[in-house]
T-cell receptor, first 116, second 109 residues
Framework: NAGVTQTPKFRILKIGQSMTLQCTQD?????MYWYRQDPGMGLKLIYY???????DKGEVPNGYNVSRSTTEDFPLRLELAAPSQTSVYFC???????????????FGEGSWLTVV | DAKTTQPTSMDCAEGRAANLPCNHS???????VYWYRQIHSQGPQYIIH???NNETNEMASLIITEDRKSSTLILPHATLRDTAVYYC??????????FGIGTKLQVIP
């Protein structure tokens, strides 16, 4: 298994441009997540999904959109890039293991985005 | 959702045990405690998790107090490669998993 794969790994955007960060997982996990991490800070949840067709906002959703048309893919869309969106973005997934048990989360390697 | 509290940073001498505490006083009876670590700029990596019993695997040991309000992650013989940020989390039922700042562990030669 490749696990969680994110593309691109690095990207420089100009203010106002749009782009999509791609994320795919081959573990048939129900849950998928997008986090951002600013320098020296912790992870902030942007959006998450509990299954195909179902998404929900996290802690910092403004400026982002997501979709989940398949189990495998969970792309993150930035519509009008702003310097405040300069960050490292991590995609993650976890399996459905029954209620209340908590599930191990598997992370991708990250996507470094700079908005100038 | 149960919140967790961890010290911002800790130091540990190489070869000694690193004991990383976490407070989760609002944890519910059937919520698990999970630990992850993030080595510089990489994606966080799962370490261990537990419900009420102490747990051990090849990476670490997890000690959970009897009242479950706190836990300690133990790295028995810390190496320089264990320098990382360690996150203690209690995933909520809806799996809307958030991470705090974690504990930055510096292993000193």
């Amino acid at each position: 298994n490749a696990g969680v794969t994110q593309t691109p790994k690095f990207r420089i955007l100009k203010i106002g441009q749009s782009m999509t960060l791609q994320c795919t997982q081959d573990m048939n996990h129900n849950y998928m997540y997008w986090y951002r991490q600013d320098p020296g800070m912790g992870l902030k949840l942007i959006y998450y999904s509990v299954g195909a067709g179902i998404t929900d906002k996290g802690e910092v959703p403004n400026g982002y959109n997501v979709s989940r048309s398949t189990t495998e893919d969970f792309p993150l869309r930035l519509e009008l890039a702003a310097p405040s969106q300069t960050s490292v973005y991590f995609c993650a997934s976890s399996p459905l293991q029954g209620s209340f048990s908590g599930n191990t989360i598997y992370f991708g390697e990250g996507s470094w985005l700079t908005v100038v | 959702d149960a919140k967790t509290t961890q010290p911002t940073s800790m130091d540990c001498a190489e070869g000694r045990a690193a004991n990383l505490p976490c407070n989760h006083s609002t944890i519910s009876g059937n919520e698990y405690v999970y630990w992850y670590r993030q080595i510089h700029s990489q994606g966080p990596q799962y370490i261990i998790h537990g419900l009420k019993n102490n747990e051990t695997n090849e990476m670490a040991s997890l000690i959970i107090t009897e009242d479950r309000k706190s836990s300690t992650l133990i790295l028995p013989h810390a190496t320089l490669r264990d320098t990382a940020v360690y996150y203690c989390i209690v995933p909520p039922k809806n799996q809307k998993v958030t991470f705090g700042i974690g504990t930055k562990l510096q292993v000193i030669p």
